[in-house]
């Protein structure tokens, strides 16, 4: 039996105080997907995130988690539902340790040392890296601290934005792999990237965004070569 979509958008428009910036966003996660939000600049990829995430709330439209509206629910009631984002940028406090950032996750439920497992196991350079202050380390090792903050809640969705930012693109493809291997093993993944080519591998769908509106959803490798042929000058 199809189990239906995991999150639904249909109609979202949204925007920051008289702007609207979303004018109707459709789509689609469904179980265990990894779907691709590509677009150039401004499109409304962070703003369909945080949308996703409850920090910020649709004017109209309908935001669905499986199968129930979630329109008007607060970024930390959806969070308890299962809904983790990464934000860009990371959001790892550079002047604290990677222990005491694992810490700050402790908000959401899980316990330090659940999330110092999840982290270790994973990422078992953040293990010997433990009491070193996180804006000390490669760009690529905040990342890794990043995705052990929102794995250790144990996340039913998990909201990425612009993983590669700032990386050399040989960490990316490493970061992207690893997203890959948590979408094997069950978890629904959303993540916006510019730099479509570096997400392609693992996206199971990808979507077009363009000026507030999924212009086109399909296959990563064909809204690629639309994406750079039509938009970028590729
Ligand atoms: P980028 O990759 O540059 O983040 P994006 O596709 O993620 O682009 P958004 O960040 O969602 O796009 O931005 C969509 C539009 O909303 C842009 O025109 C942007 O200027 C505007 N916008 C974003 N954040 C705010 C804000 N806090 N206040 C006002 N306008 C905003």
């Known amino acids: 039996m199809n189990p239906g979509p995991l999150l639904e958008l249909a109609g979202i428009r949204a925007g920051y ?3 609207e910036v979303l004018h109707g ?3 689609v996660l469904d179980p265990g997907a990894v779907v691709a ?3 150039p600049n401004g499109g409304g990829k962070t703003t369909t995130l945080k949308v996703c ?3 910020q709330q649709a004017t109209s439209g309908e935001f ?3 199968g129930r509206a979630v329109n008007g629910v607060s970024a930390a009631d959806l969070a308890r539902l299962g ?3 990464i934000p860009e940028g990371r959001g790892v406090f550079p002047n604290l340790t990677v222990r005491e950032n694992l810490w700050i996750a402790t908000g959401t439920g899980a316990s330090l040392a659940e999330l110092e497992e999840v982290a270790y196991t994973r990422f078992p350079i953040l ?3 433990r009491t070193q202050l996180a804006g000390s380390m490669s760009g690529g090792e905040q990342q890794m601290l990043a995705l052990s903050r929102a794995l250790g809640t144990r996340p039913t969705v998990l909201l990425l934005d612009e993983l590669s930012m700032g990386l050399a693109p040989r960490i990316v493809s490493q970061i992207y792999d690893i997203v890959g291997e948590l979408a094997a093993e069950g978890l629904s993944i ?3 990237e510019q730099f479509a080519r570096a997400v392609l591998p693992i996206a199971t769908s990808a979507a077009l965004m363009l000026q507030g509106r999924v212009v086109r959803t399909g296959n990563p490798a064909e809204i690629e070569e639309e994406l750079s042929t039509s938009y970028l000058g590729g």
Do not use: E, N
């Open 64 to 66: 669905r988690l499986a």
């Open 37 to 39: 939000l590509l677009g």
């Open 53 to 55: 995430a409850g920090i």
């Open 25 to 27: 966003v459709d789509l």
């Open 190 to 192: 959303l993540v916006a």
């Open 127 to 129: 293990g010997q890296r």
């Open 17 to 19: 105080g008289p702007i």
């Open 83 to 85: 809904v983790c984002s």
